[in-house]
T-cell receptor, first 111, second 114 residues
Framework: DQQVKQNSPSLSVQEGRISILNCDYT??????FLWYKKYPAEGPTFLIS?????DKNEDGRFTVFLNKSAKHLSLHIVPSQPGDSAVYFCAARGAGNMLTFGGGTRLMVKP | IAGITQAPTSQILAAGRRMTLRCTQDMRHNAMYWYRQDLGLGLRLIHY???????GKGEVPDGYSVSRANTDDFPLTLASAVPSQTSVYFCASSEGRTGYNEQFFGPGTRLTVL
């Protein structure tokens, strides 16, 4: 049973609009959450993170929101750009500092 | 070299053959990891190493082995490959396994076992 789930395998958004990528988790012991971005034929690269003691972290066009009571986090990208088209993975840090990844969401930003 | 390199880029392998995937990092990171990426399942941890000389099992270790003879290298070996090991394999490293745990990933090895 996956402890970190990204229920939307794909998302299509118009350039300039907001992209919202969602992630749910089941393990209440997770204390740190990260988003990675992956282009084809490349390894994932770190995008943004949030500690469990916070509910929001912002970095330029990217904002991550954490709702601990709902065990839900989301990544907002605004405004979306065609270069944002990639697969996005959320990850959660648990016991032993291990990262557990979600299945990924493919974002397509249309010009 | 800058960051993490992996070799080969891709490989087609007959079932039953032995294969070693190579990973080298030049960031002097203590911790290294091997993941496999499968569609819909994200990245799953195979093995990890906290520091040179130590290794540990991840979520899906069966059929794989690793060694960490020095800080820079972390090879992954499939002793007798099976078709279910067809996947994209990513090596990663991080400064340590405490505190901020950003992991830096290599470009991946695409392995097909026939």
């Amino acid at each position: 049973d996956q402890q970190v789930k990204q229920n939307s395998p794909s998302l299509s958004v118009q350039e300039g609009r907001i992209s919202i990528l969602n992630c749910d988790y089941t393990n209440s012991m997770f204390d740190y959450f990260l988003w990675y971005k992956k282009y084809p034929a490349e390894g994932p690269t770190f995008l943004i993170s949030i500690s469990s003691i916070k509910d929001k972290n912002e970095d330029g066009r990217f904002t991550v929101f954490l709702n601990k009571s709902a065990k839900h986090l989301s990544l907002h990208i605004v405004p979306s750009q065609p270069g944002d088209s990639a697969v996005y993975f959320c990850a959660a840090r648990g016991a032993g500092n291990m990262l557990t990844f979600g299945g990924g969401t493919r974002l397509m930003v249309k010009p | 070299i800058a960051g993490i390199t992996q070799a080969p880029t891709s490989q087609i392998l007959a079932a039953g053959r032995r294969m070693t995937l190579r990973c080298t990092q030049d960031m002097r990171h203590n911790a290294m990891y091997w993941y496999r990426q499968d569609l819909g399942l994200g990245l799953r941890l195979i093995h990890y190493s906290n520091t040179a000389g130590t290794t540990g099992k991840g979520e899906v270790p069966d059929g794989y082995s690793v060694s960490r003879a020095n800080t820079d290298d972390f090879p992954l070996t499939l002793a007798s490959a099976v078709p279910s090991q067809t996947s994209v394999y990513f090596c990663a490293s991080s400064e340590g396994r405490t505190g901020y745990n950003e992991q830096f990933f290599g470009p991946g090895t695409r392995l097909t076992v026939l």
